[in-house]
């Protein structure tokens, strides 16, 4: 059964620094890229970071760059998200995904997804 749960969601102060994980199970995770992806109130969900499979190359969303790192520990099973200098507009319901392509078939996995609020 494949399983994708995240945690490290909760309220945060402006300027503050928060670590989301994505604890994986029920797939081959070294052989799939990691996303993160978010989605706050009435807004589409958008990508905010996404890692290779051997963690070799990231990517991140211009509106986060500079204050988000994407790893992965493939011995855990585990990707995580470290955002610092947070702002309101952070707010949103975090999720990642697991993906990829095989045989021109396309696998992904979603988490259930955490919620970040930043607010004083």
């Known amino acids: 059964q494949v399983q994708l749960v995240e945690s490290g969601g909760g309220l945060v102060q402006p300027g503050g620094p928060l670590r989301l994980s994505c604890a994986a199970s029920?797939?081959?995770?070294?052989?799939?890229?990691m996303s993160w992806y978010r989605q706050a109130p009435e807004k589409e969900r958008e990508l905010v970071a996404r890692i290779t499979s051997t963690g070799g190359s990231t990517n991140y969303a211009d509106s986060m760059k500079g204050r988000i790192t994407i790893s992965r520990d493939n011995a855990k099973n585990t990707v995580y998200l470290q955002m610092n200098s947070l702002r309101a507009e952070d707010t949103a319901v975090y999720y990642c995904?697991?993906?990829?392509?095989?045989?021109?078939?396309?696998?992904?996995?979603w988490g259930q997804g955490t919620q970040v609020t930043v607010s004083s």
């Open positions: 995904k697991a993906s990829r392509v095989l045989w021109r078939q396309e696998y992904e996995y």
């Open positions: 029920g797939f081959p995770f070294s052989s799939y890229a």
